[in-house]
C-alpha cells in the first residue's frame, strides 16, 4: 500500500501557487483495509475516503471505462492491482497527472511537467473524448492560468470540437455546467472561459444567446471594437477590474443578449435591444437554472442599464421610474451592483478601458434624495394604502426636481 499527492495539489506546488486542498491516491489496497486503518468512506460510485485524523480525501487507484453517452456514463474499477500510472492516465490534463511519493519525489508518466515549462494544457490521452466536462474544465483551466501564460494546446482544442460535434456537450446536466462557469467567473480572467468555448463550438450549444453576438456589429464612434461579442466579453473584464462579485460579473456578461435578436436590416443601430435582452434571460436562466440572485440582477441590468447611461437627459419622473423598477431603496446593495454593471458597460469598449462614469454618482444622488423623503408627515395626515403610495411619490417627485436631476451632472 502506497500513498501519492495527486492533481491539482502538485500542480500548483510546482506553479508557485497557494495549496488549498490535497487529494490522494491510494495503490495497492482495498476497502476493507481502507476502513480497518480507520477511513471514512464516502459515497457509493466509487472508494474515496475520509482521513480519520485530517480528514483529507483518499482514493483507491482506479480505472474508468465509457459505457454511454454524457456525464454520467462510466464504469469504474478498482483493486490492488490498479497501478499509479493507470490512476493518472484517466485524468483529463497533463499538469493534472502529476503524482507525488510520501519522499517528495515527483512521479509524472505523461509530461505534466514539461507542458507546465511550456504553459500549455494538453489532454493526457484520447480517453479525454469520454467525458463532455472535460471541455468545461479545459475552458475554465485556460481561464484561470492564462494570467500564466497559459494556452489550450491544439490538438486538445481538435478533441474538443469533435466532441462538440458528437452532441457530447448536449448530454450535459444543467447544474455541472452552471457549477463550471461559476467556478470560471471566479477567476481573473472569466473571459477566456467563454471564448475557449466558442472557439471549439461548445459556447453555441451552452449559451446560445451570448454566441449569437458575435459577428454583430455596432455603431464604431460609441464601440470602436465594433463587434458585439467583443463588446460582451470586455465588459466582462472591466466588471473584474472594477472589483465585482460573480452575480456582477455575470449581468454585465448579460446585459446586452438582446443585441442578439436585432434584424440585420437594422444594423449597426440595436433600438430596444434592453427589453429584448431581459425577455432572453429569463428562458436562458431557466434552462441553467441559476439561482435567483443571479437571474434577478441579469434581468435588471440588461433592461435599464441604457437609462443610466443616459441619466444626464432623464426627466425627474422617468429618473424616479428607474430607481423604482430596480428597487434601490429596499435593495441597495444589489443597486449597487447594477451601478457596476453599468460603469464596467461604459469602460468595456476599445479605447474608453479608463474613462470616467459620473452617471454612477448622479444615481447615487438622486438615490439619497429619495431616501431622505420622510413618510411620516404623510402619516399624521391620516394617510394610507394607495393615497400614501400616491404622496410619497409626489414627495420623491419633488425632491428629485429640486435636486436638479434633470441635466445636471
Known amino acids: 500500500m502506497k500513498t501519492y499527492l495527486v492533481g491539482g495539489a502538485v500542480r500548483d506546488a510546482l506553479l508557485g501557487l497557494p495549496v488549498h486542498e490535497r487529494d490522494y491516491v491510494v495503490v495497492g489496497s482495498c476497502v476493507d483495509e481502507m476502513l480497518a486503518q480507520g ?164 459556447l453555441k450549444r451552452l449559451l446560445p444567446e451570448l454566441d449569437a453576438l458575435f459577428g454583430v456589429p455596432q455603431p464604431a464612434v460609441y464601440h470602436p471594437e465594433i463587434d458585439s461579442g467583443v463588446h460582451s466579453l470586455m465588459v466582462l473584464q472591466q466588471a473584474v477590474r472594477l472589483g465585482a462579485d460573480v452575480p456582477t460579473r455575470w449581468a454585465a456578461l448579460l446585459h446586452d443578449l438582446g443585441k442578439g435578436t436585432t434584424p440585420p436590416e437594422e444594423w449597426p443601430h440595436h433600438y430596444g435591444h434592453e427589453e429584448r435582452g431581459a425577455r432572453l434571460i429569463e428562458p436562458l436562466a431557466e434552462r441553467l437554472r441559476l439561482p435567483h440572485e443571479f437571474r434577478e440582477l441579469a434581468v435588471m441590468s440588461a433592461r435599464w442599464h441604457g437609462h443610466v447611461h443616459k441619466v444626464m437627459e432623464l426627466r425627474p419622473a422617468t429618473l424616479l421610474k428607474v430607481l423604482e423598477a430596480v428597487d434601490a431603496l429596499r435593495r441597495p446593495q444589489r443597486f449597487e451592483q447594477f451601478l457596476l454593471v453599468c460603469e464596467a458597460d461604459a469602460r468595456g469598449r476599445l479605447g474608453f478601458e479608463d474613462c470616467a462614469y459620473p452617471q454612477a454618482d448622479v444615481m447615487r444622488r438622486a438615490f439619497a434624495a429619495i431616501k431622505a423623503v420622510s413618510v411620516q408627515p404623510l402619516l399624521a395626515k391620516g394617510l394610507s394604502g394607495a393615497a400614501l403610495g400616491r404622496a410619497l411619490a409626489r414627495e420623491r417627485l419633488l425632491a428629485l426636481s429640486s435636486g436638479g436631476f434633470k441635466t445636471q451632472a
Open 39 to 202: 477511513f471514512q468512506q464516502v459515497g457509493k460510485d466509487f472508494p474515496v475516503f475520509l482521513h480519520p485524523q485530517t480528514r483529507e480525501e483518499y482514493a483507491l487507484a482506479r480505472t474508468e471505462r465509457k459505457s454511454a453517452p454524457g456525464y454520467h456514463g462510466f464504469v469504474m474499477h478498482a483493486s490492488p492491482e490498479v497501478t499509479l500510472e493507470n490512476d493518472l492516465a484517466r485524468r483529463d490534463l497533463t499538469i493534472n497527472a502529476i503524482a507525488q511519493a510520501e519522499d517528495g519525489c515527483l512521479v509524472d508518466p505523461y509530461g505534466g511537467q514539461a507542458d507546465i515549462e511550456a504553459r500549455v494544457l494538453r489532454h493526457v490521452s484520447p480517453a479525454f473524448v469520454e467525458d463532455p466536462v472535460r471541455i468545461l474544465r479545459v475552458a475554465r483551466f485556460a481561464a484561470r492560468f492564462t494570467g500564466l501564460g497559459f494556452g489550450v494546446a491544439d490538438e486538445t482544442l481538435d478533441l474538443m470540437r469533435t466532441m462538440v460535434e458528437n452532441g457530447e456537450v448536449d448530454a450535459l446536466v444543467p447544474e455541472r455546467v452552471w457549477q463550471e462557469m461559476l467556478k470560471a467567473l471566479s477567476t481573473e480572467h472569466p473571459a477566456r472561459f467563454f471564448e475557449v468555448l466558442r472557439e471549439v463550438g461548445a
